[in-house]
């Protein structure tokens, strides 16, 4: 296992992307990767990652896409991601992840994909996300989520692909689902949801 806290120091400040999945890296994310202002990509998939997301990620202005799916880190997801106005990409799958879903990360008007799935993240869906007009895929499956649904879901006009699937939501199924004109996929399954299905959905092309 390579030690990350060792490496990033090392690392160039021009440097604009990181692509270090599957290489064995262990240890958390240290708060020098904060000094890699003109970092594009940052992707960390499937390593042995522990410890918090740092507050430090906030330096990151020029961040377009995060990626840290199939780690161990934990705690809540940082508010500081908000600060990161370019930020179009967000895969945090697969880690431990808890506490509620930040509100502000409404206010990422480039936000495209957003993947949080299989952590344990509690609450409820912050009435913020569907701010997200841009919003293309939304992942948010087996993860300890709780209460309604968004009232006004349809205004995620855009959107392909939502997988709420193995939470613990409990509400009508909002009437304006039916207005997701673009949706290829949609999963709701192993919650508490109640009303009908949307014709749409019925219909066969």
């Known amino acids: 296992m390579v030690n990350f806290r060792g490496s990033v120091g090392n690392l160039s400040s021009s440097l604009e992307w990181l692509y270090a999945s599957d290489c064995g890296i262990s240890g958390s994310i240290p708060s020098e990767i ?4 003109r970092l594009i990509v940052v992707e960390l998939d499937e390593n042995g990652l522990t410890g918090k997301i740092p507050a ?9 896409s995060l990626s840290l799916i ?4 934990e705690g809540s997801i940082p508010s500081e991601l908000c600060h990161l106005n370019e930020l179009a990409f967000v895969f945090l799958t697969s880690n431990k992840l808890s506490g509620p879903i930040p509100t502000c990360l409404g206010n ?11 952590n344990m993240l509690s609450s409820s869906i912050p009435s913020t996300l569907t701010g997200l007009n841009d919003l293309l895929v ?34 009508d199924n909002p009437t304006g689902v039916k207005d997701l004109k ?16 949307p014709v749409r959905f019925l219909v066969t092309y």
Do not use: Y
């Not at 199939?70 to 880190?73: A, E, M, Q, S, T």
């Open 34 to 37: 904060g000094n890699l202002s």
């Open 182 to 197: 673009d949706v290829i996929h949609f999963s709701l399954s192993n919650n508490r949801i109640t009303g009908s299905i």
């Open 70 to 73: 199939g780690n161990k880190l």
């Open 56 to 64: 430090a990620i906030a330096g990151l202005k020029q961040l377009q």
């Open 108 to 118: 990422l008007i480039s936000l495209r994909n957003l993947f949080l799935g299989s």
């Open 138 to 171: 939304l992942n948010l499956s087996s993860n300890l989520l709780s209460g309604p649904l968004p009232v006004d879901i349809e205004r995620w006009k855009v959107l392909t692909s939502m997988d709420l699937s193995n939470n613990q939501f409990s509400s």
